[in-house]
């Protein structure tokens, strides 16, 4: 006999199914509240995720946002980046520039992660206790000495115009010939190298938790040169060269934040590799 569709059978299994799927995000609760009684970051994380999975039974889970907050705060690491301080031989130099990159860099990186960032100043005004504490420090910064090196060399070219005479038929014809020039090409370099020292510790116990010491060097170049001789036996590159003039080399600062640059990449991948498992 064919099979009748029968109204109050589909009531019945509809109940049965929501009694089902409130009780599996009951269970879910439970188990989110469990693991927020350990009071700890690894309990406040599963219970994050517990209560999460609850919202795939039922979406009016009384009070979720509070238990979902709970868990978060309780599963995020608390870090306080220390200032940065500069131990430098007779140079006067602000790392501001640097520590407003790494602040800015870190506040996009905890979005959406149990982890969170603070400066002193940010630590001080909610008078935090922190988790864990990042150091970085410039050590011994320095500038070498200024090196310029000279070349001189002889260029030249072939089948050059350099004149024209006149036949006895009244046409003029180009005269070629190789023109010469002597190209002194001038380089001047200024060093600046240091270490940053990185290191991550444990708040309470001041364990050390990761290391690195990350030497770099910047080089700042500039070229001119001069000539004397025919100047069509220089290329266009050449040509330029030679209108620009020597030039001192930039301030320490200038300096400093062409090293820093270098050192950024270093930083934040150290920091992005360390906390990777922290995402929600």
Known sequence: MPSLFVPGNAQILCSEESDAARKAADYQIELGNNALATNTIEGGRRAFKHFNFALNFDRNVPNIDSLLTDARNMGTVRVLIEPIPIHSRSLELTNEYFENRVIEYLDRFSQGRFVQFFTVDEAEQIDLQPDQIVSMQFDDFVLGQTLIESKTKEVKRDSVVVGQYTDDKGVKHDVYNTVKAELTINRKTLSSQ???????????????????????????????????????????????????????????????????????????????????DSEI
């Not at 690195?212 to 025919?230: C, I, M, T, Y």
């Open 194 to 276: 240091g270490v940053m020292n990185f290191e991550i510790r444990d708040a309470y116990t001041d364990r050390i938790l990761t290391n690195r010491k990350l030497p770099n060097q910047d080089v700042w170049v500039h070229e001119w040169a001069s000539f004397n001789g025919d100047s069509r036996a220089l290329t266009r590159d050449e040509i330029e060269m030679s209108k620009l003039k020597e030039l001192p080399p930039p301030p320490p600062q200038t300096l400093f934040i062409g090293f820093v640059d270098r050192i950024y990449d270093q930083i934040i991948g150290s920091i992005s590799n360390f906390y990777r």
